[in-house]
């Protein structure tokens, strides 16, 4: 008989920390608070684990961003996946496949430059390509000065690449569950108790949970979970899209963003594309794709890959971001309520930030200090009008 | 999610022709401290259902106006010109 990856529990009625959110960012906060020894956890999933971004993002990762405190996070994080399949004893299917970022206009090219140099002085391995060499590595890119955005150079980052993204969750909710931590599956939190300025704990469809501590990571529904608790966020919640094709022979053996174009994709194993672009231009809690997306992604395209002109689309979904004006998260404590953690604002880069983002949350929720490489992602710098501009944080400008 | 927007001026048009351009929030005063201009420039409810929005119809007649739209279900929303914005129902 095979052997369940997690069990299914009853709700104590006290528990040191309480997660809401069974996303890959919560279970990974989980898996790491076990193995600091913290293991009277649970974390509480509305619907069921991975629903939200975690299994819907087209599963990119990479460390080539433009700030200090942005290319240190996400380096920390891209380490944290390399050993992850080995750590985890599940098969991740990571491959480090490099990532170009194309230019197709001056300014983009300089940015782009501008992001190579910042990796290399804090050793990220990234660098410029001309069009004759990005052209050496991806044969069926269209390089003549033809299409409305000529390519004119491309940032090269060899260590990006992608990941199963179902996987990494199952990996962490197995994990966490094997250091002592419960996943409850269909747990809705209602309402946020607090106590002369001190977490309580939760009220949920299944009965009333009291914690010491409270984390909410919940990404494109913070500001509703966070409501609760009268805490307002400086998020706005625009959902993203993203398709995925039918499997061709292997043709494309990197993954291809390009700013300009608003577009990325990449080819799984299985030989789909997986496809995506920017944000949709307004708010919304829904998750219906839209035709306007497919038109605008399938033209786009074509001006780099004319080769894909017959290919089939056989689904397309979105997920919901939750932006914050300076492209930067917050992982924080809320100093208006004792024991109130937020980890959220992952707008349209959350996935790759799932190690970094669980390892730092679990320092902090562990030890009550906020770790150094996540100071700067503080709740308090929207207060104090002290942002961390990370430009260069979503693949596609925003 | 794909939608209908109303144009006060144009009627029923594809939301395409449009761009969000942020929730309604009302501007602190000059002499407002710290605070409340960090909160007006940063903050929002975001919530899931109605608010108020400022929209323009940039591939109409470019106009601004208010709609107050259920960010769950977009095909429920009121549009009306700034001035008139206290004819909408809550804010």
């Given at each position: ?19 809401i959110?069974?996303g ?22 509305a619907k ?11 599963a990119?990762?990479?460390s ?6 942005g ?31 194309l ?6 090219v300089s940015?782009l ?17 001309d ?17 409305r ?7 090269y ?29 269909l ?42 608790a ?11 899209q ?16 390009s700013?300009?174009?608003h577009i990325?994709?990449?080819q799984?194993?299985r ?11 307004y708010p ?11 038109e ?6 074509l ?6 002109h017959n ?10 971001c939750?932006m ?14 004792e ?57 596609v400008?925003? | 999610?794909?939608?209908?927007l ?21 501007r ?9 201009w960090?909160?007006?420039?940063y ?5 899931i ?19 107050d ?8 929303h ?14």
């Amino acid at each position: 008989m095979t052997k369940k990856m997690w069990k299914q529990h009853d709700l104590k009625k006290h528990y040191d920390i309480v997660i809401i959110g069974g996303g890959a960012h919560g279970l990974a906060t989980a898996y790491y608070l076990s193995k600091m020894g913290v293991r009277d956890v649970a974390v509480l999933e509305a619907k069921y684990i991975g629903y939200g971004g975690s299994g819907r993002n087209t599963a990119i990762l990479r460390s080539n961003y433009r700030t200090e405190e942005g290319i240190r996070f996400y380096d920390q994080s891209i380490q944290l996946y390399e050993n992850l399949s080995q750590e985890l004893d599940f098969n991740l299917m990571f491959s480090q496949q490099g990532h170009f970022t194309l230019g197709h206009t001056e300014a983009s090219v300089s940015g782009l430059t501008t992001r190579a140099e910042n990796n290399k002085a804090l050793g990220v391995d990234s660098y410029m390509l001309d069009p004759i060499e990005i052209k050496k590595m991806l044969p069926e890119i269209d390089i003549s000065d033809h299409p409305r955005y000529p390519v004119l150079a491309a940032l090269y980052h060899p260590p990006g690449g992608i990941i199963r993204h179902d996987a990494v969750v199952w990996g962490y909710a197995r994990g966490a569950e094997q250091g002592g931590v419960e996943i409850h599956n269909l747990t809705t939190v209602g309402e946020i108790r607090t106590e002369k300025n001190k977490i309580k704990g939760v009220q949920t469809n299944r009965g009333f949970v009291s914690c010491n501590k409270l984390i909410s990571v919940v990404a494109g529904w913070s500001s509703d979970v966070c409501a609760m608790a009268g805490i307002e966020l400086p998020f706005v919640t625009h959902p993203l899209q993203a398709l995925v094709t039918e499997s061709y022979k292997p043709w494309l053996h990197h993954v291809v963003v390009s700013s300009n174009l608003h577009i990325y994709l990449s080819q799984t194993d299985r030989g789909e594309l997986v496809c995506g672009g920017g944000i949709d231009g307004y708010p919304h809690y829904g998750m219906r794709s839209t035709l306007a997306f497919l038109e605008t992604y399938a033209a786009h395209v074509l001006e780099l890959f004319p080769v894909l002109h017959n290919v089939k689309v056989q689904r397309q979904w979105a997920g919901l971001c939750d932006m914050t004006p300076d492209y930067s998260p917050i992982i924080s404590p809320i100093d208006e309520i004792e024991g109130f953690y937020v980890n959220g604002g992952w707008g349209t880069y959350g996935f790759k930030a799932s190690p970094a983002s669980g390892y730092n949350s679990a320092q902090m929720l562990a030890q009550g200090k906020v770790p150094a490489n996540i100071a700067p992602f503080s709740y308090n710098r929207f207060r104090e009008n002290r942002l961390v501009g990370e430009k260069a944080a979503a693949s596609v400008s925003n | 999610m794909s939608f209908m927007l109303t144009c006060p001026n144009c009627g029923k048009r594809q939301v395409g022709e449009f761009t969000f351009r942020g929730y309604f929030k009302s501007r602190p005063q000059q002499s407002d401290d710290f605070a409340s201009w960090t909160s007006y420039v940063y903050f929002n409810k975001n919530k899931i259902g109605k608010q108020w929005e400022w929209w323009n119809h940039a591939s109409g007649c470019q106009r601004w106006f208010i709609v107050d739209r259920d960010s769950a279900k977009s095909t429920d929303h009121q549009s009306v010109w700034f001035e008139n914005r206290k004819t909408l129902e809550h804010e």
